[in-house]
Structures are given as structure tokens and as C-alpha cells.
């Protein structure tokens, strides 16, 4: 018996086997009972011939495995015009066969996973570029490019999407479970045009964010580094630290921060800067003021009406201006970032 758990054996490139050795290896690789059904279909010469090659076959090399089970699966969608075996079918055939780890080999060949890699050079693509690329795509292709994508990409690709057509590709990424190989060759035709119109282009990178990112995470010495920037281009850091003293991080601070800062800003100033702010947020803000200041302050905010957005960041950005002196001066600590905590 062929020994295909055996990946160093055998001929690399399985590139010159017969018709027969293929149809060898396939009846190696699924099993003995799937093999034994498939031999009693043969005539007595055919059976006589594969058998013959089988009993001589050892030391399979994977490639030649792949090469094999590339053939039968074309050669079987073309004949039956039907897309074969599920994938999770094949993988239990497979894992019985040849062990995982060449199974998920074989598979992988098989159903396109190649085109991870590829899939991870567009997360340097802008979301929007992204989004204008696949628009005229169909909604089931939109729904499989955005299945190889990290939810977070993917979230930013949908919102800039038409909004008319968002909940019909959420719907179908939502039903996809097993994607047959037809669809999966059209998505990688979509990919490699989407690669060489990217590769053309400029990489955008928020260099600014990312700075800011790496400061509020840097465990010592932060001012320091910051001043040593500021020596270089002022300009530049100013930028940084309105992106380090984000509003956002409001949500994340202690209640006896959040009180030290309703204690310094006024509450109109807090009632114009939380309109459509996050509820995590609001939430902070108002669990920490007094029962009945929290209930007048709500009143405030829905007197207040519409404001413009403009004077509503505005607010926000005076507010996080008071955050960093009051941290400069050592009267607050701040978190700037989401740390994990342990119970």
C-alpha cells in the first residue's frame, strides 16, 4: 500500500503521472470501502491495470497527490456538470485517507485557499477604494470578497457601499457556508484585477493615527518621546496628540476622572459635546453626576436641539485640551487605550 502520509517520498512534481497512476491515487487517497465500490465498476482489464499500478505505487509525494485530485475533480465537473462534493464531505474522506495534514493540503489546492495571501494584500487598500471596486460586482460576489476580509475591513468596506444595497450583501455573506469552486475562480479573477489596479496606485497609510497609537501604548518616558518629536516638527505633533487624547477614550477612564472633569468643564460645553456621541460615552459622563444633575442635564441636552457638527467637535476638542493639562499637571491619570484587565 502506497505510504501518503509520506511527504518526502516519491516524485516532487507528480507532473508526469499517467491517466492510470492518477486514477491510482485517487482510489489510494479515499478509502477502501469507497475504492472497493468504485473498483467493482471497472472491467476486468481496467480493474486488472489500476490495481497493478496501485500495488507498485509507495512513497506518494503530496504534489502528486494534488495533481491527481486536481485532474478527477475538473474532469468530473466538466463530464457531470455538477460542482462535486462538499468541502466538509471531502475533508472527512480525506482526513480518513491521508491524515490532516495533507488533506487540508489537498483541499486547500482544491477550493482556492491560496487566495488568502492575496486577500491580505488589499487590507492596505483604502476601504472606500475597496468599496468603488467591487460596486458593480454582483451581490453574491460582493458577499464572498467580503467573507476573506477581517470583519473590521470589511465593516468599513460595507459603510461605504450604496447604502440602498448593504443589507442585501450582509444577507447573502450571512448564507454562505460552502463556496463551490466556480464562484471561488471568479473571485480570484476579481481579486488579481483589484491587485493590479492597486499595485498602480499609492498606498494611503494614517501615519498620524499610528504614532499616536504606539505613544499612548509606549510604557515609559511618553512625554519625553513626545517632546523630542515636538523639537523636530511642532506642527506634525500637535496632530498626534489631538489623536492620542482622542474623545473616545472618555469611555474608558475612571469615575473619579470623569468627576474631576465635570468639576472643571461647564455643562453646556458637556451637553453640546455629547450630542450623537457614543452611548459608552454618555453612559460615563452621566454615572458618575449626581441622581438629579444627571436628570437636569439630560433636560439640557434635549432643549439643546439640533447643533452643527462643526461646533459640537469643537466642544469635544476644548474638552480633551482640559484632559491633557489636567493630566500634565498630574491631577488626573488617563488611560489612552482600551488595556485588558483581569478579574
Request: proline share 4%; with cysteine; charged share 25%.
Amino acid at each position: 500500500m502506497a505510504d501518503l502520509n509520506n511527504p518526502d517520498m516519491g516524485d516532487p512534481s507528480g507532473a508526469f503521472l499517467t491517466p492510470v497512476e492518477q486514477a491510482a491515487i485517487v482510489l489510494l487517497s479515499i478509502g477502501e470501502e469507497p475504492a472497493a465500490a468504485v473498483l467493482r465498476c471497472l472491467s476486468r482489464e481496467e480493474l486488472l491495470e489500476v490495481t497493478q499500478v496501485m500495488s507498485r505505487m509507495s512513497g506518494i509525494k503530496v504534489e502528486a497527490v494534488k495533481t491527481a485530485m486536481q485532474a478527477f475533480f475538473d474532469d468530473y465537473r466538466e463530464q457531470s456538470g455538477v460542482h462535486g462534493a462538499s468541502r466538509s464531505y471531502l475533508k472527512r474522506s480525506l482526513d480518513l485517507a491521508l491524515g490532516g495534514d495533507i488533506a487540508n493540503t489537498v483541499l486547500n489546492n482544491i477550493y482556492g485557499d491560496e487566495l488568502r495571501p492575496k486577500m491580505a494584500r488589499l487590507q492596505w487598500a483604502s476601504p472606500k477604494w475597496l468599496a468603488e471596486y467591487i460596486a458593480n460586482e454582483h451581490v453574491q460576489m460582493q458577499a464572498v470578497f467580503l467573507a476573506f476580509l477581517p470583519p473590521a475591513l470589511a465593516g468599513q468596506i460595507i459603510d461605504a457601499l450604496p447604502a440602498d444595497g448593504r443589507d442585501l450583501v450582509l444577507l447573502n455573506l450571512a448564507r454562505l457556508d460552502e463556496i463551490d469552486r466556480d464562484l471561488l475562480e471568479e473571485l480570484e479573477e476579481l481579486v488579481n484585477r483589484c491587485l493590479g489596479s492597486f499595485d498602480s496606485q499609492s498606498t494611503s497609510v494614517e501615519g498620524v493615527r499610528q504614532v499616536a497609537e504606539i505613544l499612548n501604548r509606549l510604557p515609559s518616558n511618553r512625554a519625553q518621546m513626545v517632546e523630542l518629536l515636538r523639537a523636530h516638527d511642532p506642527e506634525v505633533v500637535n496632530q498626534i496628540e489631538l489623536s492620542m487624547y482622542d474623545f473616545l477614550i472618555l469611555s474608558t477612564q475612571t469615575e473619579a476622572t470623569i468627576s474631576r472633569l465635570i468639576e472643571e468643564v461647564p455643562l453646556e460645553q458637556w451637553a453640546i459635546a455629547l450630542k450623537g456621541a457614543e452611548l459608552s460615552i454618555r453612559d460615563a459622563v452621566l454615572k458618575t453626576m449626581p441622581k438629579r444633575q444627571a436628570q437636569a442635564f439630560e433636560d439640557m441636552m434635549r432643549r439643546a436641539g439640533p447643533v452643527p457638527m462643526s461646533r459640537i467637535e469643537a466642544a469635544r476638542q476644548e474638552i480633551m485640551t482640559t484632559v491633557k493639562a489636567l493630566a500634565d499637571a498630574g491631577e488626573v491619570e488617563v488611560q489612552l487605550f482600551a488595556e485588558k484587565v483581569v478579574e
